[in-house]
């Protein structure tokens, strides 16, 4: 599995096989978060035939509730879409990026096309992120895994508070804790594994 094509998995809720690890809690504290304007701007994975782009945004809400965020529009080669709210975070010397849908694909715009509409309190909104090793000249992003990550849960079981339901890892540690555990292991290929090599594109 490619990836580069995790994030739009993760969007259309294919549950098995090779995708990112999710997080009930958010990697962030409104102090951690910080805002960078040259991550701005629409990004792709091949910039002579883009297969996917990454489109970054500043988040307009008035009411201050996605203060500093940006809104991430993940676009596929088949022009299937996902849209995230997406923060930048700091942790000490290193940059993260946290990210959870800004609507849920059981949210339609005409609520009598929802199905099975008592399913939805079984549903919520998670967090995934990525370790940023870079923004210019490229943005280089390193993701989470869950089958990667089960090779350091089976042998350290207690380094991170988590679940396994249906075979799908969740990260149950609250924030804080959370933190304390991607800093520990930012260079771990168990945690953060492949890349996502990005570039600029000129629009």
């Known amino acids: 599995m490619r990836v580069k094509k995790l994030l739009f998995y993760l969007l259309?809720?294919?549950?098995?096989?090779?995708?990112?690890?999710?997080?009930l809690h958010p990697l962030f504290t409104k102090e951690d978060i910080?805002?960078?304007?040259?991550?701005?701007?629409?990004?792709?994975d091949e910039p002579e035939a883009p297969?996917?782009?990454?489109?970054?945004?500043?988040?307009?809400?008035?009411?201050?509730?996605?203060?500093?965020?940006?809104?991430?529009v993940f676009e596929d080669e088949r022009g299937k879409k996902g849209v995230?709210?997406?923060?930048l975070v700091r942790l000490r010397d290193k940059l993260f990026l946290d990210i959870y849908p800004s609507e849920l694909p059981w949210q339609p715009e005409d609520q009598n096309e929802v199905q099975c509409p008592y399913n939805v309190f079984f549903l919520m909104p998670v967090h995934s992120f990525m370790k940023v090793d870079s923004?210019?000249?490229q943005l280089k992003m390193r993701i989470t895994m869950d089958d990667e990550m089960e090779k350091l849960l089976k042998d350290n079981p207690d380094v991170v508070k988590h679940e396994w339901i249906e075979d799908?890892?969740?990260?149950?540690?609250?924030?804080?804790?959370?933190?304390?555990?991607?800093l520990k292991y930012a260079d771990d290929k168990r945690v953060f594994t492949g890349e996502i090599a990005l570039g600029r594109r000129d629009d």
């Open 168 to 182: 799908r890892l969740i990260l149950t540690a609250p924030t804080k804790e959370l933190q304390s555990f991607v």
């Open 84 to 87: 995230f709210v997406a923060h």
């Open 135 to 137: 923004i210019e000249p």
């Open 12 to 23: 259309t809720a294919l549950l098995g096989g090779c995708v990112p690890v999710v997080s």
């Open 34 to 44: 910080i805002f960078e304007e040259k991550l701005l701007g629409t990004w792709v």
């Open 51 to 72: 297969e996917t782009t990454w489109q970054f945004k500043r988040f307009d809400k008035s009411d201050g509730k996605y203060e500093n965020a940006y809104e991430l």
